[in-house]
């Protein structure tokens, strides 16, 4: 036993630490391949070489939420084994595209600590980054996650929580390098609707739902390294269920909204975001989207949409909390971010 | 609402229309991976780089059912989205193989409207064409579906049912350049059997089967972009249960008839094709086929045959329509193809 | 019929015969892709090219046990169509890694033949070779398996029971070209644990487990051309269930092992393995080794560990056999290899 990886405890971080993730990762085609077949995803850029092209990139870069996975996978083992909980996230930032060959590996940085009032638990903040090959960072967020602490005797740290952004202001936004919207060919796209076309406050029901099936969340969690045993192991829970990668939820919803947000290329900021209630086969998955926000960048014929970002298990669209503030059971993720469109 | 992909209705077509579909792709190996991961396919050319250069081709192409069903699926949110039926096939033909890393696009033209007597639906006919990023036609076909009016008051338009060939004459099939089956390793292929083996009339019984998983069938149909709810959404039919796409059986079958005809490499013709009944999960899946016609081509080596290959769920092999002229229940698909087969 | 491939039979096998194994495929980072999406496999070796390229090598091969099922996989229409049970494997080595592009084929040679006492089956042992398309031997083993007679009237052959070695000899593996351990990164291979750390009789549970699904071991088998069709016809069996082909808990037992074996890199020895009890679907494997030797090697850095890998569906860790001698029930897979392991 005592060569197996167990987890850290709330007591096995401290503040500054730096964490080096292991298994470095070759991404690909094969992983495009297998990302378009486990989730509904069509965006153009991530989808034809000759579309990303027009849009002044050297060919298509892979899916942005490809590095996120690749790049949160290997934080679980040493972040997130003994997690009682996933909080959030904050301050996320894709910083250069991943494309097809390159090698990513994770560093995270403990950056706040704060031991709960029931000494049994603790909340970890760590700001996690995802660099390739050429060591350039490829992506960084902050994720908050409350862990089990293995001896309870264990002295509380001093609390240290980081001042986090509520949202990453546009000017921080980082538009991969040669992007340029002036030639955008939206019937190729698939919508029309401009980054003009869409106002703050306004909400869509992307309409599609798809059925959760056990293979394919597993297929998906696996490809990023993320081993889990709750999601595989239906010996696991009591119940027998395997709970469902928040992740996949994520890029099952975020395919969802191209039908009504297909010009929504690129996703470069994630301000937030809470998994609401778990996922088990046999869920539907429907998605709706709200304008929060819309910004102008530097790049040519590029604008930006602040999007929330919901995932249902069923219910009407557009609705998120009960009476009591707290989210309504059939909802699964309320995602903040920030994605590139033509204008 | 406004901003989501409604679909077409039948009074939205109009004779000549071009429909240019959206979200061009690049398929690569990972694409093939793929579907040889979810079809026993198992044709040595598409197989190996050096079956097919030993054919006389630079490396091996993309099989030919990935084409089809590329750009099959971009069709589909223009074309079927509120289609009552998918009527027929008619003048399909591969006009160049498709090579990983081509990207692939869909254009179609509306060839026929014809409203029916019940005024509800119409009959919309369109020929499809499958454009590589050389803007070179990698395929062709003719496909006609039953839509649903929006408005029931619309005008019905002047009808025009095109004229369409029963079969595709062997002299209009389009051999791909350089192919050359003199030196034809059958050993490798996994067959003895030659082109002068098989008569008009013979039919084979392919033996495997394949039972039917929904993780399997909504992989395949999103790997070609083909979102219809229908296929993926369990709370869609008030049944429960999910359509799998009809080209999910043309591919396993073509898949299975591997065992007795290893050697029929390259589908290059489509003259018809009937989805005779819905497939759904845990069907078994099996296949048989009927020699229907041989012909000679230019290319050395080359001869064609053209087959009918019939997928069922069940029942006894080489039944294919009760005494009402009806297809049987068990029959799943009826397909009639151009394939080259050695000399 | 008379077209389809009705498997051999135990008459139809001489000594000393070759079988040359049909559809040679060429392999690419797409079937990689799959593979670690089917199974958690994390060796780092086999993850990043950038990893590869600090031990030596000129990039990041695919998975040991990609070659050998790829290679396997050509050989069920000749060997084990009609085979009543897979009864051993021996005197397997890795002989070259498998390189993203290559493509490989299987030949045999029946090394033994023994007809049963009950006149209807017979014992075939065959070795078996993978080539790649520099016709480069990448791989072989030895197979023994019982097969029917499909006619009992046949004459027996001279019976012939190979020698074969119960251990592959240390001074008989092949260590890749250029591998180099000196400057082995354990933090991105995520364990401390070297070569030195391991002692001969430890034991290992690995602690995960994985609760099979059918459109998983399906894919994984399509995908190495096994298409015996008792892993995919659910009507098949009597009891209405699909065999799991065992190299697919082979693979799921090997990637489970990373938990307390993550620096075990490279499978490079196979001294033997039964497949003890059936696997179906809904099954949860998990996985525990035993040091069973150690060697050292000329390869800089590189180490040998002999292990047995058992892969279980339930009970405690560390049981095998019952009182009687036999597998416990419980047991599905006993695997004796030999793996590279940094010093």
């Given at each position: 036993?005592?060569?197996t990886n167990s987890g850290r405890f709330f007591e096995d971080y401290?503040?500054?630490?730096?964490?080096?993730?292991?298994?470095?990762?070759?991404?690909?085609?094969?992983?495009?391949?297998?990302?378009?077949?486990?989730?509904?995803?069509?965006?153009?850029?991530?989808?034809?070489?000759?579309?990303?092209?027009?849009?002044?990139?050297?060919?298509?870069?892979?899916?942005?939420?490809?590095?996120?996975?690749?790049?949160?996978?290997?934080?679980?083992?040493?972040?997130?084994?003994?997690?009682?909980?996933?909080?959030?996230?904050?301050?996320?930032?894709?910083?250069?595209?991943?494309?097809?060959?390159?090698?990513?590996?994770?560093?995270?940085?403990?950056?706040?600590?704060?031991?709960?009032?029931?000494?049994?638990?603790?909340?970890?903040?760590?700001?996690?980054?995802?660099?390739?090959?050429?060591?350039?960072?490829?992506?960084?967020?902050?994720?908050?996650?409350?862990?089990?602490?293995?001896?309870?005797?264990?002295?509380?740290?001093?609390?240290?929580?980081?001042?986090?952004?509520?949202?990453?202001?546009?000017?921080?936004?980082?538009?991969?390098?040669?992007?340029?919207?002036?030639?955008?060919?939206?019937?190729?796209?698939?919508?029309?609707?401009?980054?003009?076309?869409?106002?703050?406050?306004?909400?869509?029901?992307?309409?599609?739902g798809v059925t959760i099936e056990e293979a394919e969340h597993m297929?998906?969690?696996?490809?990023?390294?993320?081993?889990?045993?709750?999601?595989?192991?239906?010996?696991?829970?009591?119940?027998?269920?395997?709970?469902?990668?928040?992740?996949?939820?994520?890029?099952?919803?975020?395919?969802?909204?191209?039908?009504?947000?297909?010009?929504?290329?690129?996703?470069?900021?994630?301000?937030?975001?809470?998994?609401?209630?778990?996922?088990?086969?046999?869920?539907?998955?429907?998605?709706?989207?709200?304008?929060?926000?819309?910004?102008?960048?530097?790049?040519?014929?590029?604008?930006?949409?602040?999007?929330?970002?919901?995932?249902?298990?069923?219910?009407?669209?557009?609705?998120?909390?009960?009476?009591?503030?707290?989210?309504?059971?059939?909802?699964?993720?309320?995602?903040?971010?920030?994605?590139?469109?033509?204008?």
């Open positions: 036993m005592a060569k401290s503040l500054g630490q730096t964490l080096v993730h292991a298994v470095p990762r070759t991404v690909k085609m094969g992983e495009r391949a297998l990302y378009h077949a486990l989730y509904p995803a069509r965006h153009a850029l991530y989808s034809s070489d000759a579309f990303a092209q027009a849009c002044g990139l050297p060919f298509s870069p892979l899916d942005d939420m490809i590095g996120f996975h690749v790049v949160f996978g290997k934080t679980v083992p040493d972040v997130s084994l003994n997690a009682v909980a996933n909080l959030g996230y904050a301050e996320g930032r894709w910083l250069a595209p991943v494309w097809p060959g390159d090698t990513l590996r994770s560093e995270s940085e403990v950056i706040g600590l704060k031991e709960n009032s029931n000494g049994k638990t603790g909340v970890v903040y760590v700001r996690t980054r995802g660099l390739n090959q050429h060591d350039e960072p490829v992506l960084e967020y902050v994720r908050w996650v409350m862990v089990r602490k293995g001896n309870v005797d264990a002295p509380a740290p001093e609390p240290v929580v980081p001042d986090l952004a509520k949202v990453v202001a546009p000017g921080d936004l980082v538009i991969p390098k040669g992007l340029d919207f002036t030639g955008y060919n939206f019937a190729l796209a698939g919508e029309p609707h401009r980054w003009g076309d869409y106002e703050v406050g306004e909400t869509i029901d992307h309409v599609d297929l998906a969690t696996r490809l990023w390294q993320n081993t889990a045993k709750v999601h595989f192991d239906a010996t696991f829970r009591p119940d027998g269920q395997r709970l469902i990668y928040g992740g996949h939820v994520i890029s099952m919803a975020r395919a969802l909204s191209f039908n009504g947000l297909a010009n929504a290329q690129m996703v470069v900021g994630l301000n937030g975001g809470a998994h609401a209630n778990p996922c088990f086969s046999g869920d539907t998955v429907k998605a709706w989207s709200e304008v929060l926000d819309k910004a102008e960048t530097d790049a040519p014929g590029v604008g930006a949409l602040r999007l929330r970002l919901v995932a249902t298990k069923g219910g009407e669209p557009f609705r998120l909390r009960g009476d009591d503030g707290k989210y309504l059971p059939e909802v699964l993720l309320d995602l903040d971010y920030w994605a590139l469109v033509p204008l």
